[in-house]
């Protein structure tokens, strides 16, 4: 299986910076997209940040020019920094994966179970 496992969420005061880490472990043979999306109460998850394998990134329009999504391969590891944050930035932020588990497998996406940033007014 591949698990992704988020981290650095919390509380923080609007304008400040908040940096989200994601681990993926387990069987895996490569990675290719590596994302961010987010979800807040009542809202349809959407999504962040993502970035191919070979560093290309896209960016929702709300956030475009204060997040920045990274990664290192070598590790497995992607990240989010995110900085002027809104209290409209509050929701639960999931890492996505599309991974392979061996050379003879189709890719497969999957998720973490989610960190929650709190942007307070």
């Known amino acids: 299986q591949v698990q992704l496992v988020e981290s650095g969420g919390g509380l923080v005061q609007a304008g400040g910076s908040l940096r989200l880490s994601c681990a993926a472990s387990?069987?895996?043979?490569?990675?290719?997209?590596m994302g961010w999306y987010r979800q807040a109460p009542g809202k349809q998850r959407e999504l962040v940040a993502y970035i191919t394998s070979v560093g290309s990134t896209n960016y929702a329009d709300s956030v475009k020019g204060r997040f920045t999504i990274s990664r290192d391969n070598a590790e497995k590891m992607v990240y989010l920094q995110m900085n002027s944050l809104k209290p409209e930035d509050t929701a639960d932020y999931y890492c996505n994966a599309d991974a392979r588990r061996s050379m003879h497998s189709g890719s497969s996406v999957y998720w973490g179970k989610g960190t929650l940033v709190t942007v307070s007014s």
């Open positions: 387990g069987t895996i043979f490569s990675i290719n997209g």
